[in-house]
């Protein structure tokens, strides 16, 4: 049972990456799944949350208008598109899953390795 990012990388400023955060061994249909950040010597942050069911999602005021969370029901995979990224997304990426809702810092059920993203020229 684990949650495993993947498909950070480096990038260009105002380059674009998908990162993806699959399950193994559990459904994501009955959970919320978010996407949280921590950039060198910063806390963790929450970016986006998609409450797998039915796709609602939310999204933090940093990244609005450039992140996209998505679903694949059949791949059991949630996506972050992020778009025209700038090097102050520089951070590692993670995610998290929680029944009750948009998972917090301190509140999941899973959580899973993450993965770089580098912006930078």
């Known amino acids: 049972v684990q949650l495993q990012a993947s498909g950070g990388g480096l990038v260009q400023p105002e380059g674009s990456l998908r990162l993806s955060c699959a399950a193994s061994g559990f459904s994501l249909n009955v959970y919320h799944i978010g996407w949280f950040r921590q950039a060198p010597g910063k806390e963790s942050e929450g970016v986006s949350c998609i409450r797998f069911s039915n796709g609602n999602t939310y999204d933090a005021d940093s990244v609005k208008g450039r992140f996209t969370i998505s679903r694949d029901n059949a791949k059991n995979t949630v996506y972050l598109q992020m778009n025209n990224l700038k090097p102050e997304d520089t951070a590692y990426y993670y995610c998290?899953?929680?029944?009750?809702?948009?998972?917090?810092?301190?509140?999941?059920?899973?959580w899973g390795q993450g993965t770089q993203v580098t912006v930078s020229s």
């Open positions: 998290e899953a929680r029944f009750a809702g948009c998972p917090t810092l301190n509140e999941y059920e899973y």
